[in-house]
């Protein structure tokens, strides 16, 4: 089955560092999502992207989607600790337009 | 708009016992709603995808007799753990598509946390 994989897994970092989570499929993809999960709670849409190369910004989040279509990397510039939670991308499974997939997940945590 | 409310946020029961946790849409109708799973520190896993007024359609490897899966009205859907076991405690969450700026995305509800003693 189509499998979407994050890397890092974890990453620490103090506040006001640089934070870069990047997803990886194994097949080429229409789009994909980022969704953000904080502690104890549930996943909340950030973004789609569509466009090969495509490139979103929102305040220190920047979004790209790799130009073959089958990578996305997520980067946070100057990290809050409100940016703590889990960092999740999505994909449509294939032939369907509806179910996602949701990729292993980077966990980011942001100490003072 | 587009929000999802699930019920109960947390359960606690018995080995044996079955579990009845409510999805409901409140300011969309959803024909189609989907119940992930998701254990502690990993990704959600999809079990199943509700479709209203028709049965469920469910994963590989999840069963379906053992969650069961109502979406009997445009605004509900329910999750029905049957003979709940401590390896059935997780954290399940619902969600609803919507639309959001012309992406077909996710609304999720809160989770719903399982414990079976």
Not at chain 1, 42 to 55: D, R
Not at chain 2, 74 to 85: E, G, I, P, R
Request: aromatic share 10%.
């Amino acid at each position: 089955g189509q499998q979407v994989m994050q890397i890092p897994q974890y990453q620490h970092v103090q506040e006001g560092e640089d934070f870069t989570t990047y997803c990886n499929s194994s097949t080429t993809l229409s789009n994909i999502q980022w969704y953000k999960q904080r502690p104890g709670g549930h996943p909340v849409f950030l973004i789609q992207l569509v466009k090969s190369g495509e490139v979103k910004k929102q305040k220190r989040l920047t979004f790209q989607f790799g130009e073959a279509k089958k990578n996305s990397s997520l980067h946070i510039t100057a990290t809050q600790t409100t940016d703590v939670g889990t960092y999740f991308c999505a994909v449509h499974a294939t032939g369907t337009a509806s179910k996602l997939t949701f990729g292993t997940g980077t966990r980011l945590q942001v100490t003072l | 708009g587009a929000v999802v409310s699930q019920h109960p946020s947390r359960v606690i029961c018995k080995s044996g016992t079955s579990v009845k946790i409510e999805c409901r849409s409140l300011d969309f109708q959803a024909t189609t709603m989907f119940w992930y799973r998701q254990f502690p520190k990993q990704s959600l896993m999809l079990m199943a995808t509700s479709n209203e007024g028709s049965k469920a359609t469910y994963e590989q490897g999840v069963e379906k007799d053992k969650f069961l899966i109502n979406h009997a009205s445009l605004t509900l859907s329910t999750l029905t753990v049957t003979s709940a076991h401590p390896e059935d405690s997780s954290f399940y969450i619902c969600s609803a598509r919507g639309s959001r700026g012309g992406a077909n995305v996710l609304t999720f509800g809160a989770g719903s946390r399982l414990t079976v003693l």
